[in-house]
Structure formats: structure tokens, C-alpha cells
């Protein structure tokens, strides 16, 4: 489902050049669960936004679903995201003054050919699998953390994507709140068959999902299976 | 989107307000000035009703309070006039001659109507010398002396009040218990006050030397012929002079006297244009201040909208587009308030001149704000998506 091929990324000013991800290779096959660990800095939310193609290596190759990201135009992009892509972030970015529903409806108001009607639907049951039903009409000011959270993976889900991103999800969370925040992942996971890939820094966590990648000063020091998803699933 | 952009501006109403109401005075502002400019522009489009060209005005001011002595020297002053090669056609007129600072008004009944129009106390030849394009009827003349009315030729405007759709000549509108004002012509334009000035109800009557021995006019319109200037007008004057020893005359183009009507006209117009041009660049210097501001404020919603497949031009349009809602939203509130003035004909002025000036008011806001807002919306379209992101 993504592959990365001999992924540089360095960012240059005009005295220091700073690399933050070196000649990093990995393959994420369709229905996987991936954790990635690793320090502040290691480079982790850039290989996300890589992989989300919020920005683009300084070298190497991205597949995403077996289509090359080559010299792909903004708005090719763009599509590619709203079509393949949901991303989950540690803040939630949700937009304070729309509502729960408005919000979750945001991803289809950039797909052609979804009518009006179409979106509050899809967006009502998306609100449904992350148990959301009865706050449609509340405004992320009045929702806890845990359920900001999971209007922000109801948004993610509305597009029906191949793939979700979450950049720590459960990081600005507590322990319960991010054990529920996991569950759903889980079982959208399991479920849907849709490819997570986490970042976190809840070692916990990780060894929830099916394989753990920890990088260290923008590479990848280790990646492994995690036994405790094989229990899971079995 | 258009659903999403109105929501948003509407959810975001109380810190959307000030800005709001600022364009809804700047609205206010420019449509009063554009409904003044497309008043002044659509009367200055329309036809005067008279040729001014070669047209100069004579004022006499005699030294003697003999009545009949004045009389005398007048008609020797007119005589002479009529003599000169030089001049097509000359005649007496009242004080309100076109484009001078005076004016004479009658009221003017007929049956259960009563208008007040402006009335020009004119000489026989006054069509010949303004060149008064008479549409029905005829200008009055000798012919008219052996009338037991006074002959008039009214406006088209001054019709329409009296009689409307009816024929108006040979009506007789009473003047007095014992006289009788007769129409015997009709013009379609008469506008002597100024070009920017609209067509008001008017009048010509008869100036006749012969049926008042005392009667007295200072006032005489000289149509020259093309290419006479100041040398013959200083002969001319120096002859009259020879004539009407120790009066006092004056010579004014009504050329010069119309030039001076239009900057009465203009100077109010342009020192509103100035005022109003200083307010829209205060609402253009604050629009574009907010709007920066809240670009670089909502940062993390553009990186999100950017992750959510909003592309760089679908940005860069939903910013256009929330100020043209925002914009919307302003003028609406501007538009009820500026469409009562067609409704109830306030100022009796057409409500075409309004309902222009509604029009282009909301076009200019419209203008002004994409432009405002052009610059901003670029640098929103422009920003990173990764980075404005992570700036949270």
C-alpha cells in the first residue's frame, strides 16, 4: 500500500542543512497496522507527512497503492489525499466553529460528485462507528479531548481512505481516553481492513499494532512484528 | 461550498461584525456619492434644449431712474444691435437667462392642478437666438399681438404635469381674473439652469415692448457669428456706450457662464469624491490588515484543509470566496437600506438614477474587496501544508 525507496529528506537554510531523514526504505502492505516510535526529532511526523504527501522527499521514491509520486501537480496531489489518505493529528484540527457534523463533513466538500445529502450521510455514520451519534450538533469547544478525537477520526473516515495517518493520536490524551482513541483504531483496522500507520510515543500503544518501526536521527534503527496485535487478531 | 462559506462566515459573525459593518457604511458612503455622480451624469447626457455657442449676454445697468428715458435708450440699444453684420439675432430676456445665478418661478394652475415652473420672460426672437427647437405648436411672435392671451410655449416636462397625455396647444391657463396664458408651442427639452441640472417644469412668455411703454430689461441675448471675439465685442460695447451714455454693461459668453455653472456643480461632487475615495482606501487598508491577520491566524485550518485534499487553488478560492460571503452579508443590510430610496422617491429623483448607483456601489465593494483580499489569499494558497501543520 506504501512503499518508500531510499527516502532523503533535508531541510537547507542558508547556513545549517539538516537531515532529517536518510536513505530510509519501507513497505507497508495493504491492511497493516504500523506503529513508528522513535525520539523527539528522529524525523518521525516527516516520514508521516512524506507518506501523506504533505511534502515531498528531498530524494527517493513514494508509492502510494502502487502509483508512483513522481512529478505529481498540486492538484493531483491534492486529490490523491482526499481519494487515498486520512490523517488523524495529535491536536485534533478541528475547526472551532463549525459544528461536530460540519466538521466531519469537511474531506467531501473537496471530492466532486457527492451531493449534499450523500455527505450527511456518510458523515452520520461516521460519527456512528466512533460512537459520536448524539454530539452532531455540539462544537469542538464543548467535547472533551478524547471526543475531539474521535470526531477528528469520524473526519478521517468519512472519504472511505485506504490508508489513515495519525501523528500521536493519543498524545495529548489520558490513559483511558487513548485506550478508547486505540480501540476504535483497532477495530477500523481489523474491521475496514484500512492501513494505520501511528506515530507515538506510548510504547504501549505501539505494541498494540501488528509492527513497530523505531527510527533514530532520521533513520530506521529497527522493525519489527509486535506479538501482542498477533494475539488480537487471532 | 458555497453552503460551507456561508456557514462559516455566519458561525464566525461576532469577530466578522466590525468588518462587516464597515463595508456596509462604506456601501452606504459610495452609494449616495454615485447616486449624486449618475444624477449629475444622466442630466449632462441629456439634451439642454438650446444652442449656447456664439451666445453672449448683455447687462445694462442704466444711470438715470426715468423710466421712460431708460425705455427709449433701450430699444435705440436694440436697434443698433440688430444693425451690426456681425450679429445673427438678438433678444430681451428676464434675468434668469441660461446658465445665470438667478431665477423666476410662477405657479401655474390648470383645473385641479397647480405647478410651480420656472418662468423665462423672452423676447420674440429668443428661439432664434438660443436656437429653441419648438416640436409641436409654434414660438410666439406678431402674430400674437392681436390675441386676446398671452401667448406661452411650455416644456415637455411642464406638459406632462398639466396635461399629460393630451394635446396641449390652444389650452388656456388662467393667469388672472382677467388673462388668460395661451400654449401656442411646445418643446422637448428646456434645461437653462445647468447641465448637470434636471429638466424642471418651464415656461417662455412674451416679452412685447409694444404693450407696455414703461416695462424695463436689462438683460439681452446676442447670438454673434462664429469667429467674433473680443475686438468686436469691445466695438460693439463702445458703440452701445455712445448710445446709452454712462450705463454701466457687462458682456459675458454663455459659454464662460456655463463653465461656471459646472464647477458649482462639480466642486460638491468631487469633495464628496474625495471624502468617499479616502474611506474606501481606509476600508481597502483595513480589510487587507484583517485579512492578513487572519490568515496568518488560521494557519492550522489551511494546513488542514490542505490535508483534507483541499488543493493550493481551492485555498486560494475559499478565501476569495468567504470575502465576497462576508462582503454579502454587509451589502445586504446596505441594499434594504439603500432600495427604500426608489421605493419612496426620496429627493423625487428617477429611481433608474438609484437603482444605477445601487448597482455599480455593490460591484465597486464587490471590486474592492477581491482586490483586498487577492493578496492575502495568495500567501494563504501558498503556505506549506506540512509546516502550518506543525505550527500548532
Known amino acids: ?234 | 461550498m458555497i453552503r460551507h462559506l456561508f456557514k462559516l462566515i455566519w458561525n464566525r459573525k461576532r469577530s466578522n461584525f466590525l468588518l462587516m459593518t464597515e463595508i456596509f457604511f462604506c456601501f452606504l458612503v459610495l452609494f449616495a456619492v454615485l447616486s449624486l455622480v449618475v444624477y449629475n451624469v444622466r442630466n449632462y447626457n441629456k439634451p439642454l434644449g438650446f444652442e449656447h455657442e456664439h451666445v453672449w449676454l448683455l447687462t445694462m445697468r442704466p444711470d438715470t431712474d426715468s423710466t421712460s428715458l431708460n425705455r427709449q435708450t433701450l430699444e435705440q440699444i436694440l436697434q443698433r444691435a440688430k444693425g451690426f453684420q456681425e450679429i445673427e439675432s438678438v433678444a430681451l430676456t428676464s434675468s434668469n437667462a441660461p446658465f445665470a445665478f438667478s431665477q423666476m418661478s410662477n405657479n401655474i394652475t390648470y383645473g385641479q392642478k397647480k405647478v410651480e415652473a420656472n418662468q423665462y420672460e423672452v423676447q420674440d426672437d429668443f428661439d432664434m437666438v438660443m436656437r429653441v427647437k419648438v416640436s409641436k405648436g409654434r414660438w410666439f411672435g406678431p402674430a400674437d399681438n392681436a390675441s386676446h392671451h398671452d401667448p406661452i410655449v411650455i416644456n415637455q416636462a411642464l406638459k406632462q404635469q398639466l396635461f399629460g397625455e393630451e394635446e396641449a396647444v390652444g389650452k388656456l391657463i388662467p393667469l388672472n381674473d382677467s388673462t388668460n396664458y395661451q400654449v401656442v408651442g411646445v418643446t422637448d427639452y428646456f434645461r437653462a439652469g445647468s447641465e448637470f441640472e434636471a429638466e424642471q417644469p418651464s415656461f417662455f412668455s412674451r416679452i412685447n415692448l409694444q404693450e407696455d411703454p414703461n416695462a424695463f430689461w436689462n438683460e439681452v441675448l446676442i447670438r454673434v457669428k462664429p469667429g467674433m471675439g473680443v475686438a468686436f465685442e469691445e466695438k460693439m460695447v463702445k458703440e452701445f456706450a455712445g448710445t446709452a451714455k454712462g450705463w454701466a454693461m457687462e458682456v459675458a459668453t454663455l459659454e464662460k457662464m456655463r463653465q461656471n455653472k459646472a464647477k458649482m456643480a462639480k466642486v460638491p461632487l468631487i469633495a464628496l469624491g474625495i471624502i468617499c475615495g479616502f474611506l474606501i482606501f481606509n476600508v481597502a487598508l483595513g480589510l487587507f490588515g484583517v485579512l492578513w491577520y487572519n490568515i496568518s491566524r488560521r494557519n492550522s485550518e489551511i494546513g488542514l484543509r490542505r490535508a483534507l485534499g483541499a488543493s493550493s487553488g481551492q485555498v486560494y478560492r475559499q478565501f476569495i470566496g468567504e470575502v465576497l460571503v462576508l462582503a454579502t452579508f454587509g451589502l445586504l443590510l446596505g441594499v434594504a437600506f439603500a432600495v427604500q430610496f426608489p421605493l419612496l422617491q426620496v429627493f423625487q429623483v428617477e429611481s433608474g438614477v438609484y437603482f444605477i448607483a445601487l448597482g455599480i456601489a455593490v460591484a465597486t465593494i464587490y471590486l474592492l474587496v477581491v482586490g483586498c483580499a487577492f493578496y492575502p489569499s495568495r500567501q494563504a494558497a501558498a503556505i506549506h501544508p506540512a509546516m502550518a501543520l506543525h505550527e500548532e
Open chain 1, 1 to 234: 500500500m506504501i512503499t518508500l525507496k531510499n527516502i532523503e529528506k533535508v531541510y537547507q537554510t542558508k547556513t545549517i542543512e539538516t537531515v532529517a531523514l536518510h536513505n530510509v526504505n519501507l513497505h507497508i502492505p495493504q491492511g497493516e497496522f504500523v506503529s513508528i516510535m522513535g525520539p523527539s526529532g528522529c524525523g518521525k511526523s516527516t516520514l508521516l507527512n512524506i507518506m501523506g504527501l504533505l511534502d515531498e522527499p528531498t530524494d527517493g521514491l513514494v508509492e502510494i497503492a502502487g502509483t508512483p509520486i513522481g512529478r505529481y501537480k498540486d492538484k493531483e496531489l491534492a486529490q490523491l489525499r482526499n481519494q487515498k489518505i486520512g490523517f488523524v493529528f495529535q491536536s485534533y484540527h478541528l475547526i472551532n466553529d463549525l459544528s461536530v457534523l460540519d466538521n466531519v463533513e469537511l474531506p467531501l466538500l473537496y471530492r466532486n460528485g457527492v451531493s449534499a445529502a450523500e455527505t450527511r450521510r456518510l458523515a452520520l455514520t461516521a460519527l456512528e462507528k466512533v460512537g459520536l451519534s448524539a454530539r452532531t450538533k455540539h462544537y469542538p469547544s464543548q467535547l472533551s479531548g478524547g471526543q475531539r478525537q474521535r470526531v477528528a477520526i469520524a473526519r478521517a473516515l468519512i472519504g472511505q481512505p485506504e490508508i489513515i495517518l495519525a501523528d500521536e493520536p493519543t498524545g495529548n490524551l489520558d490513559s483511558v481516553m487513548g485506550e478508547e482513541i486505540m480501540n476504535i483504531l483497532l477495530q477500523l483496522n481489523k474491521t475496514d481492513g484500512t492501513t494505520i500507520v501511528m506515530v507515538t510515543h506510548d510504547e504501549n500503544m505501539a505494541h498494540k499494532t501488528e509492527r513497530l518501526i523505531r527510527f533514530f536521527d532520521g533513520q530506521q534503527v529497527s522493525d519489527a512484528k509486535t506479538n501482542a496485535y498477533e494475539f488480537q487478531k487471532v
